[in-house]
């Protein structure tokens, strides 16, 4: 189809020899090899089930657009013409079909869509022999919640057909008015709402000020989706000199990188920061732009600390000036921020792991701020983790208080005490291994209390389990937890977003107050809690891996 293509474009019934048995969406979003995706009608049998799911799809609006990778624009051809058989009366699509996560969230809450899909696999590697994925949000702008998703999966395993419109869909190289028949296209430039909605939280003279005095800041993009919006806010509106913004072109395999923003995927950028003397700021964030690395000089900012130091500075920017209502962190995330939610005397939510829990608690404005371990930090302003409003934020407090990133931890653990954290992933684990592994320790819950662990006693032992406070819904299962009598836990998941065996997430955390020796390295302060899970879950003995993949 063409801009002036009007006729009534042919619909086609396909039917499917058998349906797919296979697509449960995870943590976030259906994800899957990109050659799973790539089996006839794979992808559009989820696409049908989702349009046959989500409400308002007759005459409603879609927003659309992905991080990039290999796949994305054939996905967009893909949803675009089943989007146009399903009797959609818009599609708004972003040029070069570039939209991250958070932006996406915006768009579908100011053009007042029905929900927006999100072509990404977040921070899994892209390309071929990487992973595709599809996120479908909902009209809060949201992560749709798990009777969504699971109603999806339900369709999926029956479905015997789906229809599609024949031809091909416009171009998307050019922001413009399209059609396929009666369905219009519009595309937009995916960067302009996002950074005027920054615009609105920051105050961008004041960061221009900061970053135009010696402050030279490094951002990696990892070749993933937050590139052209970085270089926008950072060297065109903010000043930073150009090259501030490195990988910031996406590509379809991020460079054969893998688009995480941690210490062991962003090691060149960490590498800067760390261990050389050019940079007094560093950054970067994931394949769709959700997530955020912080890094001072010398100075790695643990993401649960993160979402405790904005809330501790959180009226340093004009968007929070007021206060908070109140605050959530997932619940493998550190109680950095409840302590200090505790000493502003706002509410602090814990939820399972996954940002879909966080929207009924933000539509409901009982919270402003909330975030995970995972480096996902971000509030009220989108229904989604927001990976550059994190950074900006940061740079907001410091261009007010003119210090170093590593002072305002400092002053941060002085006043609020530490919370050493750890996170030490074991990815592509065999299957049978790691859900050994998990029921296991799973069994062994009931009779852990009262037991000595790390030199401690434990408290209590349990599956974590969630009733929203808004809908009052239940969710067990939510990752096992370790708990022991001065505070400090160990938590225990199988993660929800992996597409290679499993993998298991231990997450260890101790509490040291203010007065203490908050000087340590987390691994060797919490070194007797590594032992005691590794020897209590087996670990080494069942995954035959002798260190973790990743430890943040
Ligand atoms: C991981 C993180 C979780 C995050 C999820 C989606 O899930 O642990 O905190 O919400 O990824 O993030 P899991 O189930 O693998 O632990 V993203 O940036 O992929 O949308
Ligand atoms: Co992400």
């Known amino acids: 189809m063409t801009a002036s293509a009007s006729a009534e474009p042919t619909q086609t019934i396909v039917h499917l020899d058998a349906p797919f048995t296979d697509q449960k969406p995870g943590t976030s979003g259906l994800r899957k090899s990109s050659q799973q995706f790539e089996q006839p009608h794979y992808l559009e049998s989820f696409i049908e089930a989702v349009f046959r799911t989500l409400p308002g799809v007759q005459g409603g609006t879609l927003v659309l657009g992905g991080d990039g990778r290999y796949g994305n624009l054939r996905a967009i051809d893909v949803i675009l013409r089943m989007a146009a058989a399903h009797g959609l009366k818009q599609v708004i699509v972003t040029s ?5 996560t958070p932006a996406a969230s915006n768009l579908i809450r100011r053009r007042e869509a029905i929900g927006g899909i999100i072509l990404s696999a977040s921070h899994n590697p892209g390309g071929p022999k990487g992973d595709f994925g599809v996120k479908v949000n909902g009209a809060n702008g949201g992560p749709t919640p798990g009777s969504f998703t699971d109603a999806v999966f339900e369709c999926t395993k029956t479905l015997r057909q789906y229809a599609i419109v024949e031809g091909v869909s416009p171009r998307l190289e050019t922001p ?10 519009e595309v937009v430039d995916g960067v302009d709402d996002f950074v005027s909605l920054m615009q609105q939280l920051f105050d961008f003279d004041r960061i221009s000020d900061l970053l135009r005095s010696d402050f030279p800041l490094a951002f990696d993009a990892m070749h993933a989706v937050t590139g052209p919006y970085a270089k926008r806010v950072f060297e065109d509106l903010l000043g930073a000199p150009a090259g501030s913004v490195r990988n910031g072109i996406p590509l379809e395999d991020f460079g054969g990188g893998h688009p995480d923003p941690n210490l062991t995927y962003a090691h060149d950028l960490a590498a800067l920061l760390l261990d ?11 394949g769709d732009g959700d997530r955020n690395m912080i890094l001072g000089h010398r100075c790695f900012v643990n993401p649960s600390d993160s979402l405790a130091v904005l809330t501790a500075n959180a009226t340093l920017a004009p968007a929070y000036a007021g206060g908070l209502a109140g605050v959530a962190r997932s619940m493998p995330t550190s109680s950095a921020v409840d302590v200090v939610a505790g000493e502003l005397g ?14 009924n608690l933000l539509d409901a404005g009982r919270i402003t701020l909330c975030g995970e371990e995972s480096f996902g930090t971000g509030s009220n302003h989108v229904r989604e983790k927001d990976g550059l409003w994190a950074v900006l934020f940061w740079l907001q407090i410091l261009a007010v208080r003119r210090c170093s990133v590593a002072e305002v931890m400092r002053s941060h653990w002085n006043r609020f005490g530490r919370h050493y954290y750890s996170r030490h992933d074991y990815e592509a684990v065999p299957s049978e291994a790691a859900h050994g ?10 009779e852990l209390r009262g037991q000595s662990f790390a030199g401690r006693s434990i408290s209590a032992a349990d599956n974590f389990s969630y009733t929203d406070p808004v809908d009052q819904s239940v969710t067990k299962g939510q990752g096992l937890r370790i708990l022991l009598e001065d505070g400090s836990r ?7 977003t992996g597409t290679k065996g499993a993998t298991i997430r ?3 955390e101790s509490y040291v107050p203010s007065g203490g020796d908050l000087d340590q390295d987390p691994q060797i302060a919490l070194a007797d809690m590594i032992s005691g899970i590794n020897a209590l879950a087996e670990i080494q003995q069942r995954t035959g891996m002798d260190r973790p993949t990743v430890i943040t």
């Open 490 to 496: 160990v938590v225990v998941r199988l993660s929800g």
């Open 276 to 286: 050389g003397n050019d940079y007094r700021f560093g950054a970067a964030c994931d």
């Open 437 to 446: 592994l998990y029921d296991r320790l799973e069994a062994l819950l009931p």
């Open 96 to 100: 070069g079909g570039i939209l991250s």
């Open 346 to 359: 706002i509410d602090c939510f814990e939820t399972p792991t996954g940002w879909k829990f966080f929207g």
């Open 176 to 185: 413009g008015q399209y059609s396929i028949g009666a369905m219009q296209i």
């Open 506 to 508: 231990v997450y260890l």
